[in-house]
């Protein structure tokens, strides 16, 4: 059974980070694209961050960029997300996605496997 597990989100004060994670399972994604994506309260799941198979190439939505960081380990089949300077506006359930056939970006309507969400709240 392929997994994709995020964990690391939760409740901080506005200004604070955090750092998610999203470990893969049942299958490897080495050599896939990868990214992470956010579905705020009552709107639509869009796209945060993307890396490359190899990890180089990161893209990042306007709304994050110069905050956030995205990476991956790949002999540990782990995404990261780390988020600095939150704010309120960033509060959202938080997914990885996976895009087998991908190798340097992941556009949310490729992804092939979804992880099952890390909420974030951000308080003002």
């Known amino acids: 059974q392929v997994q994709l597990v995020e964990s690391g989100g939760g409740l901080v004060q506005a200004g604070g980070s955090l750092r998610l994670s999203c470990i893969a399972s049942?299958?490897?994604?080495?050599?896939?694209?990868m990214g992470w994506f956010r579905q705020p309260p009552g709107k639509e799941r869009e796209f945060v961050a993307g890396?490359?198979?190899?990890?180089?190439?990161?893209s990042y939505a306007d709304s994050v960029k110069g905050r956030s960081t995205i990476s991956r380990d790949n002999a540990k089949a782990t995404l990261y997300l780390q988020m600095n300077s939150l704010k309120p506006e960033d509060t959202a359930v938080y997914f990885c996605?996976?895009?087998?056939?991908?190798?340097?970006?992941?556009?949310?309507?490729?992804?092939?496997?979804w992880g099952q969400g890390t909420q974030v709240t951000v308080s003002s």
């Open positions: 996605g996976a895009c087998t056939g991908r190798t340097y970006i992941c556009p949310k309507h490729e992804v092939n496997y």
């Open positions: 049942g299958r490897s994604f080495r050599r896939d694209a």
């Open positions: 890396i490359s198979w190899s990890g180089d190439s990161p």
